[in-house]
Nanobody, 117 residues
Framework: QVQLVESGGGLVQAGGSLRLSCAAS????????MGWYRQAPGKQREVVAF???????SYTDSVKGRFTISRDNAKNTLYLQMNSLKPEDTAVYYC???????????WGQGTQVTVSS
């Protein structure tokens, strides 16, 4: 089972930027579609962006034009560049393969992103 470690979160003012990283213990990015998820207090975990094995990307409407997902297969690392951050982006951000149930044990600890107004 692959281990995932998210990093790069922090406290930033509205309008600022952060780049999140996700390091995997195995070579999975070249064979799996990968996504960034986030969960805010009182809300369900949601996919905010994903990237396919062919490099195609998709974003939830609330982050389109502001976030960019990318990967480096050689480094087994997934990235999320977040620009023009808003307070409503505040959440714990996770990475994983697409379609993984929240109840499974394959999730990392996530990385906290807090955006102040």
């Amino acid at each position: 089972q692959v281990q995932l470690v998210e990093s790069g979160g922090g406290l930033v003012q509205a309008g600022g930027s952060l780049r999140l990283s996700c390091a995997a213990s195995g070579s999975i990015f070249s064979r799996n579609a990968m996504g960034w998820y986030r969960q805010a207090p009182g809300k369900q975990r949601e996919v905010v962006a994903f990237i396919t094995t062919g490099g195609g990307t998709s974003y939830t409407d609330s982050v389109k034009g502001r976030f960019t997902i990318s990967r480096d297969n050689a480094k087994n690392t997934l990235y999320l560049q977040m620009n023009s951050l808003k307070p409503e982006d505040t959440a714990v951000y996770y990475c994983n393969k697409l379609g993984v149930a929240v109840t499974l044990s394959s999730w990392g600890q996530g990385t906290q992103v807090t955006v102040s107004s």
